[in-house]
C-alpha cells in the first residue's frame, strides 16, 4: 500500500513558479514510477509529468503543453517526488494530483494503482 500526499499549491501570477510535492509513505517506494496529473474544472484528468524508478538514472516524461517549463524529479531517500512549474500560464490552474504504480506505462496512461488527493494550483491573469 501506497499513500501519498501532496503539497505547494496555491495563487501565483502567470509568468510565476510554483514547486508540488508528492510524500509517499511505504518502504518500497524507489520501485515505483511516479506521476503528476492535473484536473481542470470542466475537464478529464490529463497527464502531466512522469519519472522512473531506475536505480541506474531515472527517465522522465512530459506532456507537450509543459515540456521545457516543468521539471519532474524525485528523491528516494526522501520518499518525495517534486514538480517545478515555471513559466505559469493560466491555463495550468487545476487540481494537481500525483500518482504511483510499478509501472511507468501504467503511470503514462492514467491508470496507476494509487492517487493522493490532489492540490490546487491557480494561475491569475
Known amino acids: 500500500q501506497v499513500q501519498l500526499v501532496e503539497s505547494g499549491g496555491g495563487l501565483v501570477q502567470a509568468g510565476g513558479s510554483l514547486r508540488l510535492s508528492c510524500a509517499a509513505s511505504?518502504?518500497?517506494?524507489?520501485?515505483?514510477?511516479m506521476g503528476w496529473f492535473r484536473q481542470a474544472p470542466g475537464k478529464e484528468r490529463e497527464f502531466v509529468a512522469a519519472?522512473?524508478?531506475?536505480?541506474?538514472?531515472?527517465?522522465?516524461y512530459y506532456a507537450d503543453s509543459v515540456k521545457g517549463r516543468f521539471t519532474i524529479s524525485r528523491d528516494n531517500a526522501e520518499n518525495t517526488v517534486w514538480l517545478q512549474m515555471n513559466s505559469l500560464k493560466p491555463e495550468d490552474t487545476a487540481v494537481y494530483y500525483c500518482?504511483?504504480?510499478?509501472?511507468?506505462?501504467?503511470?503514462?496512461?492514467?491508470?496507476?494503482?494509487?492517487w493522493g488527493q490532489g492540490t490546487q494550483v491557480t494561475v491569475s491573469s
Open positions: 511505504g518502504r518500497t517506494f524507489s520501485t515505483y514510477s
Open positions: 500518482a504511483a504504480d510499478r509501472l511507468l506505462n501504467t503511470v503514462v496512461k492514467g491508470t496507476p494503482d494509487y
Open positions: 519519472i522512473s524508478w531506475s536505480w541506474s538514472g531515472a527517465m522522465t
